[in-house]
């Protein structure tokens, strides 16, 4: 009796998992991007009109509204998947060499890099970073199987680390008007969770291939980075 | 309490991790992967056949795979699968599962192309190209399993465009396929040469069957690829043990021109492959099996092969589930009349991604072709596939 009881709840909830079913949001433009194989972006901070795009060749360029290569740093990285600003300084981080490279904004010209060892799968390493400053932490997502969070201090340092269950794989996060927004690049959806303890709230569907960035810009639209189609597309959470 | 027992099982399996390791020193990357398979075979015979040695747990695979990479320059890869190694079966290579599967360096220094050295996959038919893993099926399509070596030793040329929905390769090989790897070359000394062009639209298309994310936006990928050898031997020489294969026409004593074409579409979870391939063989010598005792003036002094397969899959992210079916065709040559024609549906449930999957296969054989006459009607496949990747 205690047997099937268990076996009930546990089909309910199985039940419940795939009932609660993301909506769908469609974007209202959609823009090309010089960036080739482009794999994260957020917003510069002294110009909104510009970008910090990385990508998976290991470059990290300046890009402006339209797509347009503004200026590309130097420094040649194995393969860069995430990007954040953090303390007026580019964090750009190397997935497979399990680098966070820390750029001048100005000169875009590396200051320090820190590895942060991660013994999984080399293309299933570090995916996405932001700042959370409800929590005052640098979180940090491994890919996939399994994805990792790692909470880091103003010093690079991991303090702690979980793992986060809620898609197949994490391609990017940000931090916009106090949540988290974490995309998932195979199941195509975007998450928007609680800054405190990483439950989701909501959950959007995009038709986009291969979604790999996200940011929001100065109007508040939502923007999703195609690694594939080195395109960038254009959401309104609004309607 | 079966059934119970059985749903927390599964749901165990679920949850569990997978182990891989990647060392770094923050330029030299290694990561360390592998995999093993078993499957149960069962075949139902021709009536007056009586061996059932086939029916059978087989351990398909069990491999282990270095990759690393040194900056942005150098690539490596070293596959062994310890099935084949361990069986050491006497020259007899399994080219869709042979002991060594890959040992080669890439070096990217140049930019704009890839220069790969070493033994590994020839660039040549998207199937073969597809890895074996992300696939519901337990073996591939005859005609891109047993008509053409699948590796070789040899230098392969790579590049790509157009943010890489174009793909370009040229290699020249050995011509022995997975023969080469007894050494040296055949006594004719010439090597074979292999060629491939792939475009995809609207954005790049991995060498991947299923849509596994469930594409938002139709994606169709179409490719060419030849391959060409000249290898004539000298009076009294011959090839090397097993290295013309089953039908003799892997390596031939003659000019060979092998051509095939393919194309991949996929959207919302719903994938499809077409893929063909001709041979066109020029033998040195009238009395040369291949031409299945026909005499110059009814050949022509030469003979055609080839076949296509045609594969439908759909793939559920909710039910974790693959279905595939695959219709093939197969004409050995084209001086015997007669053809196969072989259906294969496959089922298969992922406990963790391809990571986990149990998979099963159905062979049926329609009609068959008089050069390969078999002494089963059809045959089942179930096991299960894990990867620590």
Known sequence: MQMKKITAILLLSLFIGFAQKPKTLKPFNSICVEVKEPSDICINPHNKESFFVVSDNGFLHEMDANGKILRTSSFVGLDFEAITIFNGKIIAVEEMARKLNVFDINTFEVERSVVIPYGGGRNKGYEAITYNPVSKKIILITEKDPSWVLELDENLTVTNQFQLQIARDISAITFYKDNLWILSDEDRTIFKCDPQNYKVLESWKIPVVNPEGIVFNQKGELLILSDD??????????? | MNRYINIYILLFFSSLTFAQLTLSNGNHVLEITGSTSTYFNNRNLKPGENDFKKDRFRLRDAQLQLEGRVGNTWEYELQVDFVDLASANAGIIDPENPGLMEAM?????LGFIEIQAGYGKINYSRSSMVPFLFTPYWQRAQVARDFFSRR??????????????????????????????????DPSGQLEYAGRVDIAYPSRFRYRDIDDKISPVPMVAVGVNGRYSNKILAEGRTFPEFSQGEFGMRVINGEKMLYGFDVAVQYMGFSAQFELHQLRGKPLLETDPLFQGYNLQQTNGYFKAGGYYTQLNYFSPKLKTIISIRYEEMDWSDLVSGKSKRISPAIAYQINGFNAMIKAQYFGIIQEDPLDTLIWEEQFRIGIQFAFK
């Open chain 2, 152 to 185: 070789d030793v040899g230098l392969t040329l790579k590049s790509d465009f157009w943010n890489q929905r174009v793909n370009v390769y040229a290699g020249v090989y050995t011509g022995l396929g997975e023969n080469s790897l007894q050494g040296d070359n």
């Open chain 1, 229 to 239: 189609r080195q395109k960038l597309y254009f959401f309104n959470l609004e309607n």
């Open chain 2, 105 to 109: 360096v890439n070096y990217k220094g």
